[in-house]
Protein backbone atom coordinates (compact mmCIF):
# COMPACT_ATOMS: atom_id res chain seq x y z
CA UNK A 1 0.00 0.00 0.00
CA UNK A 2 1.93 2.91 -1.04
CA UNK A 3 0.63 6.14 -2.16
CA UNK A 4 1.59 7.08 -5.75
CA UNK A 5 3.59 10.86 -5.89
CA UNK A 6 1.15 12.04 -2.94
CA UNK A 7 -1.87 13.18 -5.84
CA UNK A 8 -4.82 14.19 -4.39
CA UNK A 9 -7.86 11.78 -6.56
CA UNK A 10 -10.68 12.64 -4.05
CA UNK A 11 -10.72 15.80 -2.13
CA UNK A 12 -13.56 16.90 0.80
CA UNK A 13 -13.81 20.66 1.87
CA UNK A 14 -16.48 21.37 4.51
CA UNK A 15 -18.61 18.60 4.35
CA UNK A 16 -22.24 18.56 5.82
CA UNK A 17 -24.83 16.86 6.20
CA UNK A 18 -28.02 17.06 8.33
CA UNK A 19 -30.73 15.95 8.26
CA UNK A 20 -34.36 16.88 9.80
CA UNK A 21 -36.20 14.74 12.46
CA UNK A 22 -39.67 14.42 14.14
CA UNK A 23 -41.23 17.75 13.54
CA UNK A 24 -44.64 18.39 11.70
CA UNK A 25 -47.73 20.13 12.17
CA UNK A 26 -48.58 19.06 15.39
CA UNK A 27 -45.14 18.37 16.70
CA UNK A 28 -43.41 21.63 16.59
CA UNK A 29 -40.41 22.24 14.82
CA UNK A 30 -37.98 19.60 13.71
CA UNK A 31 -34.49 18.73 14.94
CA UNK A 32 -31.66 18.52 13.05
CA UNK A 33 -29.64 16.21 13.03
CA UNK A 34 -25.68 17.45 12.36
CA UNK A 35 -24.26 13.79 11.10
CA UNK A 36 -21.57 15.01 9.22
CA UNK A 37 -20.21 18.55 10.50
CA UNK A 38 -17.64 20.08 8.84
CA UNK A 39 -15.63 17.48 7.24
CA UNK A 40 -12.31 17.69 5.00
CA UNK A 41 -9.87 15.40 3.98
CA UNK A 42 -7.92 14.11 0.83
CA UNK A 43 -7.72 10.66 -0.64
CA UNK A 44 -4.71 10.23 -1.79
CA UNK A 45 -4.03 7.63 -5.49
CA UNK A 46 -3.26 4.52 -4.19
CA UNK A 47 -4.11 4.44 -0.74
CA UNK A 48 -5.96 3.56 1.64
CA UNK A 49 -7.65 5.53 4.58
CA UNK A 50 -9.07 4.34 7.21
CA UNK A 51 -11.93 5.90 8.96
CA UNK A 52 -13.13 4.81 12.47
CA UNK A 53 -15.02 5.93 15.04
CA UNK A 54 -17.94 4.75 17.53
CA UNK A 55 -20.99 3.62 16.30
CA UNK A 56 -23.20 7.13 15.72
CA UNK A 57 -20.34 9.38 15.28
CA UNK A 58 -21.18 9.43 11.19
CA UNK A 59 -19.34 7.24 9.30
CA UNK A 60 -21.72 5.77 7.27
CA UNK A 61 -23.14 8.88 6.65
CA UNK A 62 -19.90 10.57 5.25
CA UNK A 63 -19.62 7.32 3.16
CA UNK A 64 -23.41 8.13 1.22
CA UNK A 65 -22.81 11.73 1.47
CA UNK A 66 -19.55 11.62 -0.38
CA UNK A 67 -21.16 9.07 -3.29
CA UNK A 68 -23.99 11.28 -2.84
CA UNK A 69 -26.47 8.78 -1.95
CA UNK A 70 -27.48 11.36 0.43
CA UNK A 71 -27.45 15.05 -0.70
CA UNK A 72 -25.09 16.96 1.28
CA UNK A 73 -26.02 19.41 3.13
CA UNK A 74 -22.85 21.70 2.03
CA UNK A 75 -19.15 21.40 1.73
CA UNK A 76 -17.91 20.04 -1.79
CA UNK A 77 -16.32 16.72 -3.24
CA UNK A 78 -14.11 17.24 -5.10
CA UNK A 79 -13.30 14.07 -7.78
CA UNK A 80 -12.19 14.92 -11.78
CA UNK A 81 -11.55 18.70 -11.07
CA UNK A 82 -15.49 18.38 -10.84
CA UNK A 83 -17.83 19.46 -7.40
CA UNK A 84 -19.92 16.20 -7.26
CA UNK A 85 -21.49 17.15 -4.11
CA UNK A 86 -25.46 17.55 -4.79
CA UNK A 87 -25.37 16.89 -8.39
CA UNK A 88 -28.78 15.58 -9.63
CA UNK A 89 -29.03 11.64 -10.41
CA UNK A 90 -28.60 11.83 -14.02
CA UNK A 91 -25.82 14.05 -13.78
CA UNK A 92 -24.06 11.74 -11.58
CA UNK A 93 -24.36 8.47 -13.58
CA UNK A 94 -21.15 9.44 -15.33
CA UNK A 95 -19.38 9.20 -12.12
CA UNK A 96 -20.41 6.31 -10.67
CA UNK A 97 -18.49 3.90 -12.36
CA UNK A 98 -16.13 5.29 -10.42
CA UNK A 99 -16.76 5.84 -7.27
CA UNK A 100 -18.24 2.79 -5.73
CA UNK A 101 -19.35 1.12 -2.10
CA UNK A 102 -19.35 -2.07 -0.97
CA UNK A 103 -22.30 -2.46 2.22
CA UNK A 104 -21.83 -3.89 5.69
CA UNK A 105 -24.56 -6.64 5.17
CA UNK A 106 -23.99 -8.24 1.99
CA UNK A 107 -27.34 -10.17 2.13
CA UNK A 108 -29.25 -7.32 2.47
CA UNK A 109 -27.40 -4.85 -0.63
CA UNK A 110 -27.79 -8.07 -3.07
CA UNK A 111 -31.10 -8.69 -4.87
CA UNK A 112 -32.38 -12.03 -3.38
CA UNK A 113 -34.70 -12.83 -6.23
CA UNK A 114 -31.65 -12.69 -9.02
CA UNK A 115 -29.15 -14.76 -10.24
CA UNK A 116 -25.32 -14.02 -9.25
CA UNK A 117 -25.27 -13.34 -13.21
CA UNK A 118 -28.10 -10.58 -13.30
CA UNK A 119 -26.45 -9.28 -10.61
CA UNK A 120 -22.64 -8.71 -11.52
CA UNK A 121 -24.28 -8.26 -15.35
CA UNK A 122 -26.81 -5.07 -14.32
CA UNK A 123 -24.05 -2.42 -13.42
CA UNK A 124 -22.62 -3.08 -17.13
CA UNK A 125 -25.86 -3.04 -18.41
CA UNK A 126 -26.76 0.55 -16.56
CA UNK A 127 -23.81 1.59 -18.00
CA UNK A 128 -24.25 0.14 -21.45
CA UNK A 129 -21.17 -1.93 -21.40
CA UNK A 130 -20.62 -4.48 -24.08
CA UNK A 131 -22.84 -6.99 -25.83
CA UNK A 132 -24.41 -9.71 -24.33
CA UNK A 133 -21.62 -12.25 -24.64
CA UNK A 134 -18.62 -9.70 -23.55
CA UNK A 135 -20.95 -8.92 -20.12
CA UNK A 136 -21.23 -12.38 -19.52
CA UNK A 137 -17.63 -13.24 -20.10
CA UNK A 138 -16.69 -10.11 -17.63
CA UNK A 139 -19.12 -11.62 -15.15
CA UNK A 140 -16.40 -15.42 -15.46
CA UNK A 141 -13.90 -12.90 -15.00
CA UNK A 142 -15.25 -11.33 -11.62
CA UNK A 143 -16.18 -14.39 -10.09
CA UNK A 144 -12.86 -15.65 -10.80
CA UNK A 145 -11.35 -12.33 -9.20
CA UNK A 146 -12.97 -12.84 -6.14
CA UNK A 147 -12.44 -16.40 -5.91
CA UNK A 148 -15.51 -18.40 -6.69
CA UNK A 149 -16.26 -20.53 -8.82
CA UNK A 150 -18.14 -19.72 -12.69
CA UNK A 151 -20.40 -22.34 -11.33
CA UNK A 152 -21.88 -19.41 -8.85
CA UNK A 153 -22.88 -17.61 -11.50
CA UNK A 154 -26.61 -19.65 -12.05
CA UNK A 155 -27.33 -19.21 -7.92
CA UNK A 156 -28.93 -17.21 -5.77
CA UNK A 157 -27.44 -15.13 -2.66
CA UNK A 158 -29.15 -17.43 -0.14
CA UNK A 159 -27.10 -19.61 -1.21
CA UNK A 160 -24.20 -18.46 -0.58
CA UNK A 161 -22.10 -18.28 3.11
CA UNK A 162 -21.76 -14.64 4.53
CA UNK A 163 -18.58 -14.50 3.12
CA UNK A 164 -18.99 -15.87 -0.21
CA UNK A 165 -21.92 -13.21 -0.33
CA UNK A 166 -19.50 -10.43 0.49
CA UNK A 167 -17.19 -11.73 -2.14
CA UNK A 168 -20.23 -11.10 -4.50
CA UNK A 169 -20.64 -7.51 -2.90
CA UNK A 170 -16.47 -6.99 -4.15
CA UNK A 171 -17.35 -8.72 -7.43
CA UNK A 172 -20.18 -5.94 -8.08
CA UNK A 173 -18.75 -3.09 -6.82
CA UNK A 174 -15.47 -3.65 -9.14
CA UNK A 175 -17.13 -4.84 -12.36
CA UNK A 176 -16.68 -1.23 -14.01
CA UNK A 177 -13.39 -0.74 -12.55
CA UNK A 178 -14.05 2.19 -10.36
CA UNK A 179 -10.61 4.31 -9.26
CA UNK A 180 -12.32 4.87 -5.55
CA UNK A 181 -13.77 1.92 -3.12
CA UNK A 182 -15.45 3.11 -0.09
CA UNK A 183 -15.81 -0.27 2.38
CA UNK A 184 -18.59 0.63 4.67
CA UNK A 185 -18.05 -2.12 7.95
CA UNK A 186 -17.56 -4.63 5.23
CA UNK A 187 -16.03 -7.57 7.31
CA UNK A 188 -17.81 -6.50 10.48
CA UNK A 189 -20.77 -9.17 9.73
CA UNK A 190 -18.43 -11.91 9.16
CA UNK A 191 -16.49 -14.41 11.17
CA UNK A 192 -13.06 -13.53 12.13
CA UNK A 193 -11.44 -16.25 10.04
CA UNK A 194 -13.89 -15.15 7.21
CA UNK A 195 -12.98 -11.50 7.76
CA UNK A 196 -9.00 -12.30 7.03
CA UNK A 197 -9.84 -13.74 3.66
CA UNK A 198 -12.20 -10.94 2.62
CA UNK A 199 -9.83 -8.61 4.01
CA UNK A 200 -6.53 -10.06 2.01
CA UNK A 201 -9.13 -9.79 -1.19
CA UNK A 202 -9.02 -6.43 -0.88
CA UNK A 203 -5.52 -6.00 -0.89
CA UNK A 204 -5.16 -8.50 -4.10
CA UNK A 205 -7.60 -6.56 -5.68
CA UNK A 206 -6.27 -3.06 -4.81
CA UNK A 207 -3.18 -3.52 -5.83
CA UNK A 208 -4.38 -5.27 -9.27
CA UNK A 209 -6.72 -2.40 -9.73
CA UNK A 210 -5.34 0.46 -8.18
CA UNK A 211 -7.55 1.31 -6.15
CA UNK A 212 -8.18 3.98 -3.87
CA UNK A 213 -9.72 2.77 -1.07
CA UNK A 214 -11.63 4.60 2.06
CA UNK A 215 -12.23 1.66 4.83
CA UNK A 216 -14.75 2.29 7.36
CA UNK A 217 -14.68 0.26 10.70
CA UNK A 218 -14.87 0.41 14.37
CA UNK A 219 -12.23 -2.59 14.74
CA UNK A 220 -8.86 -0.83 15.38
CA UNK A 221 -6.67 -4.01 14.53
CA UNK A 222 -8.76 -4.44 11.12
CA UNK A 223 -8.21 -0.79 9.97
CA UNK A 224 -4.66 -1.01 11.29
CA UNK A 225 -4.13 -3.73 8.87
CA UNK A 226 -5.75 -2.40 6.01
CA UNK A 227 -4.75 1.75 6.04
CA UNK A 228 -1.94 3.82 4.92
CA UNK A 229 -3.54 7.21 7.08
CA UNK A 230 -5.92 6.56 9.15
CA UNK A 231 -9.28 9.78 10.08
CA UNK A 232 -10.81 9.66 13.62
CA UNK A 233 -14.35 10.68 13.96
CA UNK A 234 -16.19 11.91 16.25
CA UNK A 235 -19.88 13.04 16.41
CA UNK A 236 -19.86 14.22 12.72
CA UNK A 237 -16.30 15.49 12.54
CA UNK A 238 -12.64 14.71 11.87
CA UNK A 239 -10.35 14.68 15.18
CA UNK A 240 -7.31 13.43 14.62
CA UNK A 241 -5.76 12.10 10.82
CA UNK A 242 -2.36 10.87 10.33
CA UNK A 243 -0.47 7.97 8.91
CA UNK A 244 -1.61 4.85 10.21
CA UNK A 245 1.53 4.02 12.55
CA UNK A 246 2.03 7.62 14.33
CA UNK A 247 -2.22 7.19 15.27
CA UNK A 248 -1.46 3.63 16.97
CA UNK A 249 1.77 4.57 18.47
CA UNK A 250 1.65 8.45 19.45
CA UNK A 251 -2.06 9.20 19.46
CA UNK A 252 -2.33 12.61 20.30
CA UNK A 253 -6.05 13.38 20.71
CA UNK A 254 -7.82 12.19 23.66
CA UNK A 255 -10.58 10.90 22.11
CA UNK A 256 -7.73 8.68 19.82
CA UNK A 257 -6.23 8.17 22.84
CA UNK A 258 -9.61 6.15 24.54
CA UNK A 259 -10.47 4.46 21.14
CA UNK A 260 -6.98 2.57 21.84
CA UNK A 261 -6.80 2.10 25.49
CA UNK A 262 -10.21 0.01 24.75
CA UNK A 263 -8.62 -2.71 22.92
CA UNK A 264 -8.79 -5.37 25.12
CA UNK A 265 -5.29 -6.69 26.14
CA UNK A 266 -4.24 -10.17 27.93
CA UNK A 267 -2.64 -9.98 30.77
CA UNK A 268 -2.39 -6.02 30.55
CA UNK A 269 -4.83 -2.90 31.88
CA UNK A 270 -5.90 -0.33 29.75
CA UNK A 271 -4.04 2.92 31.19
CA UNK A 272 -6.75 4.61 33.15
CA UNK A 273 -6.35 8.24 32.13
CA UNK A 274 -6.93 7.72 28.67
CA UNK A 275 -10.27 5.68 29.55
CA UNK A 276 -13.72 7.39 27.80
CA UNK A 277 -16.33 8.09 30.20
CA UNK A 278 -19.91 8.54 29.18
CA UNK A 279 -22.36 8.18 25.74
CA UNK A 280 -22.06 9.63 22.78
CA UNK A 281 -24.25 12.64 22.96
CA UNK A 282 -26.51 13.54 20.72
CA UNK A 283 -25.97 14.50 17.07
CA UNK A 284 -29.36 16.17 17.35
CA UNK A 285 -27.62 18.61 20.18
CA UNK A 286 -23.76 17.83 20.02
CA UNK A 287 -22.07 20.38 23.09
CA UNK A 288 -20.64 23.77 22.17
CA UNK A 289 -17.20 23.97 21.54
CA UNK A 290 -15.06 21.31 21.40
CA UNK A 291 -17.57 18.41 20.95
CA UNK A 292 -15.53 15.78 22.86
CA UNK A 293 -15.14 18.07 25.87
CA UNK A 294 -18.14 16.16 28.02
CA UNK A 295 -16.30 13.41 28.10
CA UNK A 296 -12.99 14.31 28.21
CA UNK A 297 -10.62 13.97 31.30
CA UNK A 298 -8.06 16.65 29.91
CA UNK A 299 -10.86 19.35 29.71
CA UNK A 300 -10.77 22.85 30.49
CA UNK A 301 -12.96 26.33 30.34
CA UNK A 302 -11.61 26.93 26.56
CA UNK A 303 -12.69 23.61 25.68
CA UNK A 304 -16.46 24.18 26.70
CA UNK A 305 -16.78 27.16 24.22
CA UNK A 306 -13.74 27.55 21.48
CA UNK A 307 -14.00 24.63 18.79
CA UNK A 308 -10.41 23.44 17.98
CA UNK A 309 -9.78 23.40 14.23
CA UNK A 310 -7.33 20.36 12.76
CA UNK A 311 -3.82 21.69 13.51
CA UNK A 312 -0.47 20.23 13.06
CA UNK A 313 2.81 19.76 15.05
CA UNK A 314 6.44 20.20 13.83
CA UNK A 315 6.09 16.79 11.91
CA UNK A 316 3.14 18.43 9.44
CA UNK A 317 1.20 15.89 8.23
CA UNK A 318 -0.19 14.75 11.74
CA UNK A 319 -3.50 16.66 12.67
CA UNK A 320 -5.27 16.97 15.83
CA UNK A 321 -8.44 18.76 16.35
CA UNK A 322 -7.78 19.82 20.52
CA UNK A 323 -6.17 22.95 22.17
CA UNK A 324 -4.20 21.40 24.74
CA UNK A 325 -2.86 18.45 22.66
CA UNK A 326 1.10 19.60 22.83
CA UNK A 327 0.56 19.69 26.39
CA UNK A 328 -1.01 16.27 26.95
CA UNK A 329 1.65 14.67 25.13
CA UNK A 330 4.31 16.17 27.31
CA UNK A 331 2.30 15.05 30.72
CA UNK A 332 2.03 11.51 28.99
CA UNK A 333 5.99 11.24 27.88
CA UNK A 334 6.81 12.39 31.50
CA UNK A 335 4.50 10.08 33.74
Not at 140 to 161: D, I, N, Q, R, T
Request: glycine share 8%.
Amino acid sequence: MTLSNDKAILSIDGLELHFSQGGGVFRGKAAKVRAVDGVSFELYAGETLGLVGESGCGKSSLAKAILNLHRPTAGAVIYSNTDIAGLSDRAMRQYRSALQMIFQDPFESLNSRHTVEVILEEPLLIHKVGDKNSRLQRVAELLAMVGLPPSAASKYPHEFSGGQRQRIGIARAIALEPEILICDEAVSALDVSVQAQILNLLLDIQEKLKLSIIFISHDLAVVRHMSDRIAVMYLGQIVEIADAESIYSSPRHPYTQGLLASIPRLGEASPIEAQISGDLPSPMAPPSGCRFHTRCQHRQARCEHEAPSLQAGDDGPHLTACHFWPEIAAKQANS
